[in-house]
């Protein structure tokens, strides 16, 4: 039998129209102001932002709440030089050999190449892990049990937005970065084999002389329809 469902009172906190269109405003700023950013200075972070951050990702809502994700954080440095190599290796053999005309065009903009820095100078950098299906162990016997996880890649989606939310409002600057293949992330930071590497974030404070590609994002009308 499956289990019945157990309901609470919702917690919600009801706004005056006032104070939402002041938050929705207040949000709106702070996240405009987010750009992926490559230059990063070696200040250390408080491990507590990294920790609330995390813990709002966790919030996300998931597929049949399986919750189908891991947060790795990196702060040693021996491991971060290893990612880089690692990762470095893999750009190179892409821009140089992997991406077609087209995807390098795309990407002329941005003026991204296979060399990585960020990964050693940003002083966390969290790997997210999507669990492919779950696993578990038995506790006596060690005999291993897999089920299935609904819908993982729009959960861990979803849960990165929520992440890359949080440290913005917290004042860090991140970058979505996604080293192909990542398999070598795997091996590195010994994750088990129901889990894939999703993306690399760097977090940190921006490098003092920091800059960003001049690019912009479309307005409202061209992302927004109403029927
Ligand atoms: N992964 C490579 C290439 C790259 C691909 C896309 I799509 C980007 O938006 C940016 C970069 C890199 O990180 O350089």
Redesign the pocket.
């Known amino acids: 039998m499956p289990p019945k469902p157990i309901f609470q009172p919702l917690n919600f906190e009801r706004l005056d129209a006032a104070e939402q269109l002041r938050r929705s405003r207040e949000f709106l700023r702070v996240m405009r102001q987010r750009r992926s950013v490559r230059a990063f200075s070696r200040e250390p972070v408080p491990l507590a932002l990294i920790e609330n951050a995390i813990r709002a990702a966790g919030s996300a809502p998931s597929g049949a709440n399986q919750q189908p994700w891991t947060f790795v954080v990196v702060s040693d440095p021996a491991l971060k030089r290893r990612m880089r190599q690692a990762a470095e290796a893999e750009?190179k053999e892409?821009y140089e050999r992997r991406m077609s005309q087209e995807w390098l065009e795309a990407?002329a903009p941005?003026g991204?190449d296979w060399q990585k820095p960020h990964i050693e100078e940003a002083p966390y950098i969290i790997v997210v892990f999507r669990q492919a299906y779950g696993l578990d162990f038995d506790a006596d016997s060690g005999a291993e049990t897999r089920s299935r996880h609904y819908y993982s890649e729009e959960s861990v989606g979803i849960a990165v937005g929520f992440l890359l939310a949080a440290l913005q409002i917290s004042g860090l600057a991140t970058l979505t970065?996604?080293?192909?293949p990542m398999k070598f992330l795997s091996e590195i930071l010994q994750r088990p084999p129901n889990e894939r590497a999703f993306v690399l974030i760097p977090v940190g404070y921006p490098a003092a002389d920091a800059k960003v590609p001049a690019i912009s994002k479309k307005p409202l009308g061209e992302i927004m329809v109403l029927r």
Request: charged share 10%.
């Open positions: 750009e892409s990407l941005l991204t970065h996604t080293p192909s």
